[in-house]
């Protein structure tokens, strides 16, 4: 399956992106990316969301690291990706900071 072009233009394949699309719960999620990706690849995008999450609520380099254990360099790919990506992951976490209920598996980055 491949119907999208990757950003620098390369086909890409769409089947692991639609088979998340049927995915029916957070459970479910969960237990397929554990299937997928290594415990390291999760934990890289993981904490990249919740820099994110620290970057939109304006906290600073220095407090985003401790929060979240990332590295400078990390925090400055995250707010480089939010100031030129494509907007995606930003209007997610802008969506879970507007509607998630507080607790602690909600990021890594308290409100």
């Known amino acids: ?32 990316f554990d299937d997928l990706c290594a415990v390291t690849e999760l934990r890289t995008l993981e904490q990249r969301y919740d820099v994110a999450s620290c970057l939109l609520q304006g906290k600073v380099y220095s407090e985003i690291r401790q929060e979240t254990g990332a590295s400078s360099a990390t925090v400055s790919r995250v707010n480089r990706m939010l100031n030129y990506g494509t907007g995606a992951v930003a209007a997610s976490v802008r969506y879970d900071l507007e509607h998630a209920p507080d607790s602690p598996q909600s990021g890594g980055c308290d409100k």
């Open 1 to 32: 399956m491949r119907a999208a072009t990757a950003p620098n233009g390369d086909p890409r394949s769409t089947a692991l992106y639609k088979a998340i699309l049927r995915l029916d719960n957070l459970e479910d999620c969960i237990r397929f």
